[in-house]
Nanobody, 125 residues
Framework: QLQLVESGGGAVQPGGSLRLSCVLS????????IGWFRQVPGKEREGVLC????????EYGDSVKGRFTISRDNAQNTVYLQMNNLKPEDTGIYYC??????????????????WGQGTRVSVSS
């Protein structure tokens, strides 16, 4: 059974950093495209960063370019979201998602089948 577990969320001040982790169990991460998404109350879930299974194609949400990076450690079955220079508008629940696909997927939630439970990020002074 495929399971995704996120961790690393928390409360930080503007300008701070967090690193989120997402561990996949049950299947090898190397076979999956990965996405990080976030949701703020009252808004639709948005794609933050997505990476294909080969790690060659990365799609960024416009609001995080230059601040967030995604990386994957297939040996550890773990994907990371490094978030730097955090802003209050980055506050939300962050989810990782995977899709078993060889294609380059759009960074939208409809492209991904398997989801973690989410981890909360709060940025405020």
């Amino acid at each position: 059974q495929l399971q995704l577990v996120e961790s690393g969320g928390g409360a930080v001040q503007p300008g701070g950093s967090l690193r989120l982790s997402c561990v996949l169990s049950g299947f090898p991460l190397a076979q999956y495209a990965i996405g990080w998404f976030r949701q703020v109350p009252g808004k639709e879930r948005e794609g933050v960063l997505c990476i294909d299974r080969n790690g060659a194609n990365i799609e960024y949400g416009d609001s995080v370019k230059g601040r967030f990076t995604i990386s994957r450690d297939n040996a550890q079955n773990t994907v990371y979201l490094q978030m730097n220079n955090l802003k209050p508008e980055d506050t939300g629940i962050y989810y990782c998602a995977v899709e078993h696909s060889t294609f380059v997927l759009d960074c939208v939630d409809s492209e991904y089948t398997f989801w973690g439970q989410g981890t909360r990020v709060s940025v405020s002074s």
